[in-house]
Each structure stands twice: as structure tokens, then as C-alpha cells.
């Protein structure tokens, strides 16, 4: 299922201004991840050197909400370079497929492909013997236009993609990767061996804590009741919004409560209570280099089943830039596990959104 941005995301309050801190509170953990923008264009690597860079389309349209070119290619040295075409059409109810043409100069276009389109979101991978006419494309252009059309599109959709800044992106990534002067290389290729790229790192392993069947206490901290403003919350978005209480593993429990709110976001507090003990601030362990500390869930939520709690902070109301992080609780504190995150607010949906961090999660049945 492709899961597209909210675009009808009901506001919890007015204050729209609240969007900024929020995010930037929630990226913090994401300080040293690698990702850069280069004009128009966004390019971010994960711990595994496996890069994205995005091209948008920086034109509002009637027909459709945003298009974007995606090139993605993982670390290994034999990793190929994909690219994708995606678009968020205003119609939302269109599912079914069409025909993708991405035009070139003059009247030959780049590539013909088919399309698959749900819930109005389009999708359109790009076979590898089109790849050289559209880097070509990336260096001498400064446009890409794509045109949707037949199938389950009545009226042909036409969008111009933006090239400014994709030869510096993709430059980016291939030095990121350690591909220049190599004849892996996309943007600098050489006659090195690609032998010479850099294995990728090890994969970050996460043991989850085991589950547990035991009740959560009935009593509720005082601590998830503030009676005035403190210089870290406010009470109102307490007394608004639902605490958190879910039990961890059997000597612990996870009390949350709302912290700030905004239009589309609300920060929480969280904390943990061994069973009979006071509840301290829950800490959070992520890699060198990553603020754990600094931390704050955003539209937090935490499944006891696989121990992982989800935060989701949204950069503007329709959820289509932000950061997303999951964290596995261990049995001392939330280690991460994950994080995705789109730095462009362009109509770019989840589905198409970049991991750019990933550990291996153990003891999850």
C-alpha cells in the first residue's frame, strides 16, 4: 500500500508556529546523519552509505500536489544506480496505471514506462537502459519535464521536474560512497577497480527486552497530572491530551505525557518506572555521533508487542516532510533502530521517503 501525505490533516490547535521547534526537536538525533541540499535538491545517506537524492518539482499545479525524481543507490560496490518518477495527483480517488513519458530535447523523449497509480499517487521506475540518457539529462538541462497520461488518467497530468542542484547531489553521492575516479562512479566515473569503493559497515544490532503478560498498575503518577507551567511544559497540553501508560517488560512501565502542541504536532515526556519506584526521565541510546539525549517523541506511540515506540514529526500539516524515528526498549533504555526522513517539503509521500539510519532488531518474534 503507498502511503500518501494527509492532506486534510484536522489542527489540534492554532499554532501552526510550533512546527519549527518541534521538528528540529525531533531531529536532533539526526545531527550527524549525512544528508545536504544543493539548490533545489536534497541528498541523504544512511550508516550503511546507501544515499537518495531528490530533484522536486518547485511549481504548484492544479491537477497534482508535487513530482520529484528519486536516484538511489545502495553502498556496495556493485549496488546499481535506480531512478523513479513519482507524483501526487489532486484526484485521489484515481487507482489503476498510465503511461509515464520523460521527455529529453527536441521530440525524442528519454523513456516511455508504465506507471502504477493509488489512491492518486504515482509511481514509475525507470529501467536501467535509461539511465544514461537521463543523467545526461541532469547535466545539460535544467528541467525535466514528464507527462502522464492514457489508462486510468483522463486528462493528461505534465509536470517539470527541477535539475538545479542534481549534478552537485549526485556528485555527493558518489564521494559519500567513495565511487569517484572508479568506473562505478555516476557522476566522476575513473578506471579504477570497484574494488577500491569501501565495504559497507556492519549493521547496528538492537536486542529488544522480552514481552510481558503482566498487568499495569492502576495507580497513575503524579507526574502525568502537572497543576502549573513548568519551564520544559505546559499543563494545558497535558489536561488535553491522553497520557501514555504501557507496560515495558515485567519490572517496568512507560508514562508519557503531552508536553507542547502545535497545529499538527504534540511533543510528549516520557518516563519509565520500575514496578513501586518513582518514574525517572526514559533515556535513549543511539549511535556515536547521534544527540539521544535531546530527544523528545513527537505523535509518539509505543507497541508492547514488538517494544518499539514510534515517533513522527511532521514538518508542515500534510505529513510530507519530517523525521520518523523508531526505537526498541532493551530493558534499560530505547536504543535506535530506525529513521527516515524527507528535508523537502514537496508532495514527497512515506513510501518514497529515505531510511537514513538502520540497526538489526533481535528478540522480536
Not at 36 to 53: Q, Y
Not at 229 to 249: G, H, K, N, T, Y
Amino acid at each position: 500500500m503507498i502511503r500518501r501525505p494527509s492532506l486534510t490533516a484536522a489542527p489540534l490547535l492554532a499554532g501552526l508556529a510550533l512546527a519549527g521547534p518541534l521538528l528540529l526537536s525531533a531531529a536532533s538525533p539526526a545531527a550527524a546523519i549525512n544528508d545536504r541540499s544543493f539548490k533545489d535538491w536534497w541528498v541523504a545517506c544512511d550508516n550503511l552509505r546507501s544515499c537518495s537524492a531528490y530533484g522536486p518539482e518547485m511549481e504548484s499545479a492544479d491537477d497534482h500536489y508535487g513530482a520529484w525524481l528519486r536516484l538511489s543507490r545502495d553502498g556496495a560496490a556493485a549496488a546499481p544506480l535506480t531512478a523513479r518518477i513519482g507524483m501526487t495527483l489532486t484526484d485521489q480517488a484515481i487507482d489503476g496505471s498510465a503511461t509515464l513519458v520523460v521527455q529529453g530535447d527536441g521530440k525524442a523523449p528519454v523513456v516511455t514506462v508504465p506507471a502504477r497509480i493509488e489512491g492518486g499517487v504515482v509511481l514509475a521506475d525507470l529501467p536501467a537502459e535509461a539511465l544514461p540518457g537521463l543523467l545526461d539529462r541532469l547535466r545539460h538541462a535544467d528541467i525535466l519535464p514528464v507527462t502522464l497520461s492514457g489508462g486510468a488518467v483522463a486528462t493528461p497530468v505534465t509536470a517539470r521536474i527541477s535539475l538545479s542542484g542534481s549534478a552537485a547531489a549526485m556528485l555527493f553521492v558518489d564521494d559519500t560512497q567513495g565511487r569517484v575516479g572508479t568506473i562505478t562512479a555516476a557522476w566522476k566515473p575513473g578506471q579504477k577497480p570497484a574494488e577500491t569503493v569501501p565495504p559497507v559497515p556492519d549493521l547496528p544490532v538492537v536486542r529488544a527486552a522480552p514481552a510481558s503478560a503482566r498487568p499495569i498498575p492502576a495507580a497513575r503518577p503524579a507526574i502525568l497530572n502537572p497543576s502549573q507551567d513548568d519551564e520544559i511544559c505546559e499543563a494545558a497540553a497535558a489536561d488535553q491530551f491522553e497520557p501514555i501508560v504501557e507496560r515495558l517488560d515485567d519490572t517496568h512501565i512507560l508514562y508519557g505525557r503531552a508536553c507542547f502542541s502545535g497545529a499538527y504536532n504534540i511533543a510528549y515526556d516520557l518516563f519509565v518506572a520500575a514496578d513501586g519506584s518513582d518514574p525517572l526521565p526514559a533515556a535513549y541510546d543511539a549511535p556515536d555521533g547521534l544527540d539521544g539525549e535531546a530527544f523528545q517523541p513527537v505523535n509518539p506511540a509505543y507497541d508492547p508487542a514488538t517494544r518499539t515506540l514510534t515517533s513522527f514529526a511532521k514538518g508542515r500539516g500534510i505529513g510530507d516532510c519530517g523525521v520518523g524515528t523508531r526505537w526498541v526498549w532493551d530493558g534499560a533504555r530505547f536504543s535506535l533502530a530506525g529513521m527516515e526522513m524527507m528535508g523537502i517539503c514537496q508532495g514527497i509521500v512515506w513510501d518514497d521517503w529515505p531510511v537514513v539510519y538502520r540497526a538489526k532488531v533481535e528478540g522480536i518474534d
